[in-house]
C-alpha cells in the first residue's frame, strides 16, 4: 500500500511539474499549422489552456478515486483512464506551447482539489465513485463539444487534438456505466457543473 502511495505522489509531481510523455502520437502530427492572426491565437491558446487544466484535474481525480477504490477491476479501468489523460496531457501541453500561450498558474490548486474530490468519491463506495468518473466524463464530452465550436476555423491542429478527446472521454464514461457507476441526481449534477464552469472561466485567463 505504501508503495502504491509513494507511485501515485511521483505522479502528481509529474503532472504538475514534469514533461508528460504520450504512447500515442498527437492527433495533430499530420495537420499543417494554419494561418492565425494574434487574437485567434491567443483565443485557441486560451482554450487549450482550459483543456490542459482539465486533463490536470483529471489526473489528480483519478488518482484519488484509484487510492482508495476498493475493487481491482475498478482500480485498473481507473489508472487506465488516468494513462490517456496523460496523453491529453502532453498533446494539450505541446499544442499551447505551439500557439505561444502558457499553462494555468493554477493548476497546483486545481490539483488539489480535484485529488480531494476523487478521495472522497472513493470513501462513498465503488458505485458512486464510478458515477462520478461517469458524470464528469459526460460533462468533459460537452465542454469539448463546445470548444471545437468555439475554435477558430482554420486551427485545425487544434481541432483534431479536441476531437479526439472528445472521443476518448465519451469511452471513459461508457466504461464507468458498464462498470455499474451509480446514476447521479440532478442537483449533483448541476453543483458539478457550476464547479467546472468557474474552473474553466477561471483558467480562460489565468
Request: net charge negative; with cysteine; hydrophobic share 45%.
Amino acid at each position: 500500500m505504501i508503495d502504491h502511495f509513494i507511485i501515485q505522489f511521483d505522479r502528481g509531481l509529474r503532472t504538475l511539474f514534469g514533461a508528460p510523455i504520450s504512447l500515442r502520437p498527437t492527433p495533430a502530427t499530420n495537420v499543417p499549422e494554419a494561418e492565425l492572426t494574434a487574437d485567434e491565437r491567443r483565443h485557441a491558446a486560451a482554450l487549450m489552456r482550459i483543456n490542459h487544466c482539465g486533463e490536470v484535474c483529471a489526473q489528480a481525480l483519478y488518482q484519488g478515486q484509484a487510492l482508495l477504490s476498493r475493487d481491482d477491476s475498478v482500480r485498473e479501468s481507473l489508472m487506465q483512464a488516468a494513462h490517456e489523460e496523460t496523453e491529453h496531457l502532453a498533446w494539450t501541453a505541446q499544442r499551447i506551447d505551439e500557439l505561444g500561450g502558457r499553462k494555468s498558474l493554477l493548476n497546483p490548486l486545481w490539483y488539489a482539489g480535484s485529488l480531494g474530490l476523487g478521495l472522497v468519491a472513493a470513501r462513498l463506495g465503488d458505485r458512486v465513485n464510478l458515477g462520478f468518473l461517469a458524470e464528469t466524463e459526460r460533462q468533459v464530452e460537452q465542454h469539448l463539444k463546445d470548444h471545437l465550436d468555439r475554435l477558430p476555423q482554420l486551427d485545425g491542429r487544434s481541432r483534431a487534438v479536441v476531437a479526439q478527446m472528445r472521443d476518448d472521454e465519451a469511452a471513459h464514461a461508457r466504461t464507468a456505466v458498464d462498470l455499474g457507476a451509480a446514476d447521479f441526481p440532478a442537483p449533483v449534477r448541476a453543483a458539478m457543473k457550476l464547479a467546472s464552469r468557474v474552473m474553466t472561466r477561471t483558467a480562460y485567463w489565468v
